[in-house]
């Protein structure tokens, strides 16, 4: 059995290779896969640990290239169920000089978002040492949040390590009172949560990265919390009273900010599963989230062990 396991929904994603064009006038396509989870997975595997993935693509040409793509990168896929009544979900995406890219989904009633409790049934967490959810795939129906309300339950009974990501997507949820409320029970029942900055503010109501942690802190099963401050670095701090405010890495130039919170949640998982100490999960995370903001694609800056060590050297880290 695999050591990681997370559960999401993969999008075929459509990145422009016209720079600066809106997507309306674009006529040049790269096709990668994406969705945070899967970004997250793919990492995680391409830093040398077992995974699986959990998910449900539709019988259709995105999902066969999802399927195929999974498959070439080591990505474990018992898990993966495929579905003749609904499509695969995908994205499109601009290429552009400077900022967030603009992205627009074909995501509403798609395969993932009919994924239900009895496609989990035969789950088994023999081995498994982190399992991590995002705040993704419980926006997408009530089904998808049926599952990860049961998954965090079982999750707890048997003492799994689980790692939860708010991701705010506020374009999937009826509303932002919904979404707040949902999200801060969902990582109620985490081990790790992972904030971003700027998620914390929504969800807390405070941008002070002590504070956003001391939120999460409170919750009895919570153990630790790394905020994410950008270019910055983060900011660590853990129930016995530990906080660090740990420094990021300069890229030499920003590409494309998709996946780079997805590449510091993996840094932060991967540290973990090698029993790093949290300050050198939290660099980790840097670094990781650093290498992708440099390239295009959701996942393509991801390194292996070698790369990340290479990093590591030129940036004049010794210990990570």
Not at 102 to 130: M, Q
Not at 132 to 137: E, N, P, R, V, Y
Not at 215 to 232: E, I, M, P
Not at 279 to 291: H, M, T, V
Request: hydrophobic letters at 35%; proline letters at 4%; aromatic letters at 8%.
């Amino acid at each position: 059995m695999s050591e990681f396991i997370t559960i999401g929904e993969p999008l075929a994603v459509l990145c422009s290779m016209q720079i600066d064009k809106p997507l309306s006038t674009v006529t040049d396509f790269k096709r990668v896969v994406g969705g945070a989870e899967l970004n997250v997975a793919i990492g995680v595997k391409r830093l040398g640990h077992s995974v699986e993935y959990i998910s449900k693509i539709g019988n259709d040409p995105q999902g066969q290239f999802i399927k195929n793509r999974i498959n070439e990168l080591g990505v474990g896929h018992k898990y993966l169920r495929e579905t003749d009544n609904y499509f695969t979900g995908y994205q499109m995406k601009e290429l552009i000089s400077k900022g967030d890219p603009f992205v627009y989904n074909f995501r509403k009633n798609s395969a993932t978002a009919h994924l239900s409790l009895p496609d989990i049934k035969d789950l088994s967490f023999e081995n498994v040492k982190i399992v991590h959810l995002t705040g993704i795939f419980p926006a997408l129906s009530p089904d998808t949040l049926n599952v990860s309300l049961k998954l965090e339950e079982q999750l707890n009974q048997k003492e799994v390590l689980l790692t939860f990501d708010p991701n705010l997507r506020p374009a999937l949820w009826p509303n932002q009172d919904v979404m707040v409320r949902t999200i801060n029970k969902l990582a109620e029942r985490a081990n790790i949560v992972l904030p971003g900055q700027n998620e914390g503010k929504i969800l807390t109501g405070s941008d002070d990265p002590e504070k956003i942690a001391d939120f999460y802190l409170k919750n009895d099963q919570t153990k630790v919390v790394f905020v994410k401050v950008g270019s910055k670095g983060s900011f660590v701090k853990d129930k016995k009273g530990f906080k660090k405010y740990v420094e990021g890495f300069k890229a030499e130039k920003v590409v494309d900010t998709v996946g780079a919170g997805d590449g510091y949640a993996l840094g932060v998982i991967t540290a973990l599963l090698e029993n790093l100490s949290y300050e050198a999960a939290a660099q980790r995370g840097n670094a990781i989230g650093c290498l992708q903001v440099q390239v295009q694609g959701d996942n393509d800056g991801y390194p292996t062990s070698a790369g990340l060590k290479e990093f590591y050297r030129e940036n004049g880290v010794f210990n990570g």
